[in-house]
């Protein structure tokens, strides 16, 4: 069974830090890319960063520069690291693995930014 569960979510300050993990089971870490996903009320959901079996990255321009993703295959987890926050960011935020085609998400995890 394919299991995605995110932690780290919370209520943080305007120009505050979080970091967002994502532990995986179930399937072969090493080799899916993993992303992270949010959506905002009202919104689509969007991607914020990706990272490659490879351990290439990709950012969305609105949090290029402020947001790190990383990964730790010895650990089946993915990290993102969630820096200078604006109101803007607040939004639940999804982890999504993704290997030839088939995808599996975790439950999400709010994070909130106050202004």
């Known amino acids: 069974q394919v299991q995605l569960v995110e932690s780290g979510g919370g209520l943080v300050q305007a120009g505050g830090s979080l970091r967002l993990s994502c532990t995986t089971s179930g399937i072969i870490f090493s080799s899916n890319t993993m992303r992270w996903y949010r959506q905002a009320p009202g919104e689509e959901r969007e991607l914020v960063a990706g990272?490659?079996?490879?351990?290439?990255?990709n950012y969305a321009h609105s949090v290029e520069g402020r947001f790190t993703i990383s990964r730790d295959n010895a650990k089946n987890t993915v990290s993102l690291q969630l820096n200078s926050l604006k109101h803007e960011d607040t939004a639940v935020y999804y982890c999504?693995?993704?290997?030839?085609?088939?995808?599996?998400w975790g439950q999400g995890t709010q994070v909130t930014v106050s202004s």
């Open positions: 990272i490659t079996s490879a351990g290439s990255t």
């Open positions: 999504n693995a993704s290997r030839w085609g088939r995808d599996y």
